[in-house]
């Protein structure tokens, strides 16, 4: 049989992203590995026909084929053929928090670590790796800024608001005065964080959050503030919005206070 652990590893070691590895357990969630059979993929598909449960089964196939498994379930394996897509799905786009609901979402975490978890990913935009690599050294404290290698190991130096200075301060001096060789700001895994985020948002704000949504609230946040596409691109992380955008200047200096006066 499939240990789901033994197959998260795998996927892991094939350089998926976070949010890619979490969608695929979602679909995995909902293959019952026990009815495995060509008649039953042909439902399943059919029931998920989309491009995720796609790639998630195309993987899970090339997994068993290469894995330690049930020799009925390897010849499914070797055997089976995705149908080709008859009408997929609309995609939904997702409904963005408001600033509101994130400061509600950060208010009902259980402790300080798990609320400055949220308040990071909103007011720095930043990805689930990016948020867990977060460490001390990483602040420029008289500048009011943080360094945050991304994809690609690309540097962006990002503004960080009085706000959310003030009280990062606090709860780094609170868990240095416990242990003095305190670094990395959030120590948990990216498994527990978007487990605990699911949770709480379901509970205080009656939807579902994922690290990923959180992030793309924040562009959405600055976007109706003002920035144009390519400033919030520059502020995420992402890669050139077009090949025609690659030559725009950004003043950098001027994109700073920008980001101050639109979460001011």
Known sequence: MINEQDWIQWLQAKKLSEKSIHDYCVYFGKLDLDSLNEKYLEKWINQFNNGVARAMLNNLLIYIRTHQVPEQMKQLALNFEIPKVTGRKKQRIPQVLTKEQVHQLARGMSSKRDRYMVLCTFYLGLRSEELLNLSINDFDWEKSNVRIIGKGNKERVLPVIKELRDRLIDYINENVEKNPDFEILFQISSRYWRKTLDRVSRKKIGRPVNPHLLRHSCGSFLHERGLDLK??????????????????????????????????
């Open 231 to 264: 400033e919030i691109a520059e502020f995420l992380g992402h890669a050139d919005i077009s090949t025609t955008q690659i030559y725009v200047h950004l003043n950098k200096r001027n994109l700073n206070s920008k980001i101050k006066e639109a979460f001011a």
